[in-house]
């Protein structure tokens, strides 16, 4: 992925703000555009050899004696990796003549998307291939079909979006397939493994004004839906066949957000018993006006014997009678 930038005379810092997958950020090559040569110039650090940003952190420093054309080009850092990140560049000067928009990879407002030319395949055990547009079915409540896999298919892709998916993988020996690209599938073909679970990610510019809204069925569940950046769909025990899925892209905006956070029933109060004027007069008595035994009194004996000795009650009664005195003659 490449993007071109026209750069003003000046000063400018190339920053690596920050990429959407942080444990295998996209690397930066930053290099100037055929033509350009005499009017820019890269400064890079005493210890770097090439212009290459690897991970969010890191810069470089273009000079510009007159306007010029930089190219940043953006590899991903593992096979099928995201691509979404975010260069700025930073005027470094107040004495430049025109500064440069400062986002390179986020678009600042994302115009509404096309859904026309997206598709959705999915492999139905006993049917084959079949393919549905956003937000229909493939199987779903009224035609429950095992879904052994899936992809989503988008011809022309918007630069400023990044769609990603992977499929959980049923049978013996389940298994957690990786993440994938679109136009690519998740899941297997000819081996009667259903898929038990997926994920999807929206990612770049657009995952702040879009989320998605996907709608799924396991076997023996109720339908459900969820929405979000990213979605992870899994039954009530995450062995459950995934018979219906729907997959679709919605806007979203905080406007919308603050209308469904007020639509929602606010929870009444729990009522508590009312209570007594004595019980009101009670629990408003401090603790320390409460009367208590002096500490030096003692405590009154439970029972006495003959002795004179304290008994200890029992579950019986028991009697105790004197000797008769002797008469002395």
């Known amino acids: 992925m490449q993007k071109s930038i026209v750069v003003n005379r000046g000063l400018f810092l190339v920053r690596y703000e920050s990429a959407h997958d942080v444990f295998f950020p996209p690397q930066a090559r930053v290099f100037v555009e055929p033509g350009s040569e005499r009017h820019l110039s890269v400064i890079l650090h005493p210890d770097r050899n090439g212009p290459l940003l690897p991970g969010p952190g890191t810069c470089l420093v273009v000079r510009a004696v007159e306007?010029?054309?930089?190219?940043?080009?953006l590899t991903a850092g593992q096979a099928n990796g995201s691509l979404a990140a975010i260069i700025k560049l930073v005027p470094l000067s107040e004495v430049n003549s025109a500064p440069n928009p400062q986002p390179q990879f986020e678009a600042a407002p994302v115009a509404e998307l096309d859904l026309t030319a997206m598709r959705i395949l999915g492999h139905v055990a006993g049917i084959g291939?079949?393919?549905?547009?956003?937000?229909?079915?493939?199987?779903?409540?009224?035609?429950?079909?095992?879904i052994?896999?899936?992809?989503?298919?988008?011809?022309g892709l918007p630069g400023h979006i990044n769609l990603r998916y992977s499929a959980k993988i049923g049978g013996r020996g389940a298994t957690a397939a990786d993440a994938v690209s679109v136009g690519m599938f998740a899941g297997t073909r000819g081996r009667a493994l259903p898929l038990?679970?997926?994920?999807?990610?929206?990612?770049?510019a657009v995952a702040a004004s879009y989320q998605f809204a996907v709608e799924a069925v396991f076997l023996g569940s109720p339908k459900m839906r969820l929405t979000g950046e990213r979605v992870v769909l899994s039954g009530p025990t995450g062995r459950e066949p995934l018979v219906g899925l729907r997959i679709g892209l919605e806007p979203i905006n905080a406007a919308a957000r603050g209308a469904a956070a007020q639509s929602q029933p606010a929870i009444p109060p729990t009522p508590q018993p009312a209570m007594s004027q004595a019980a009101m007069s009670q629990a408003a008595m401090p603790q320390a006006a409460k009367p208590q035994a002096p500490a030096s009194q003692p405590a009154a004996p439970l029972a006495s014997g003959p002795s004179g000795l304290p008994v200890k009650p029992t579950g019986r009664v028991r009697v105790f009678r004197s000797a008769a005195k002797r008469s002395v003659g």
Request: aromatic content about 8%; overall charge negative.
């Open 148 to 155: 052994e896999g899936f992809a989503i298919e988008w011809p």
């Open 129 to 146: 291939d079949v393919i549905v547009g956003p937000n229909e079915w493939i199987g779903g409540p009224a035609k429950p079909s095992r």
């Open 67 to 73: 306007t010029g054309k930089l190219c940043v080009e």
């Open 196 to 204: 038990t679970g997926a994920t999807l990610e929206l990612a770049g």
